[in-house]
């Protein structure tokens, strides 16, 4: 993906929103690294505590598409009042966008999918909005392993959602991945 220009936007649109894909998953299963490794550029914040990315960060890439990073849910050590509140921001994003291509949820290929990300699967079905799981942090499992929860994740799933397996550490999957985001943004045009 060749990335010419970044802007870091509003998370509420003005006008008709331009073709957009979201990454959701829980707090420490490294989307803003993810992120990074893509646009090939620091821009999203990373941190060794969880729970960084605490409102809807919305990226304009190259002035015509939007990659949007939502808040992470599950481990991070806020109070519940601020889980409620990343909460409404999801649930407001995701569904009053209009041009959500597809909705990249990030599952660390160690834990294997939870509840919460069953949801977000689940919203992204009954919304009729594309799915991709990206299974991060490959390198730190053996490959059979690897092989396995991948196995697992699949017999739970349709057919039709993509499983990419990913290392931002190994730059493993990347290509693929970004290869995915340039076509899924290409159909919202």
Known sequence: MKIKSIQEMPPKYKGKPRSTIAVAGKSNVGKSSLINVILGRKIAATSKSP???RKVVRYLINERFDLVDLPGYGFAKVGEEL???WRAQVT???SGHGN???LMVLVDIRRGLG???REMLDWANLEKVRAAIILTKA???PQGQQAKVENKIKSELSPSIPI???STLKKLGI???SDAMESWWSEGE
Do not use: A, I, N, P
């Open 115 to 117: 509840d919460l990300d």
């Open 139 to 141: 390198d730190k499992l």
């Open 175 to 177: 290509k693929e991945v």
């Open 51 to 53: 729970g960084r990315t």
């Open 100 to 102: 959500l291509q597809c």
């Open 164 to 166: 990419y397996k990913t």
């Open 92 to 94: 407001d994003f995701l």
């Open 83 to 85: 889980r409620k509140k």
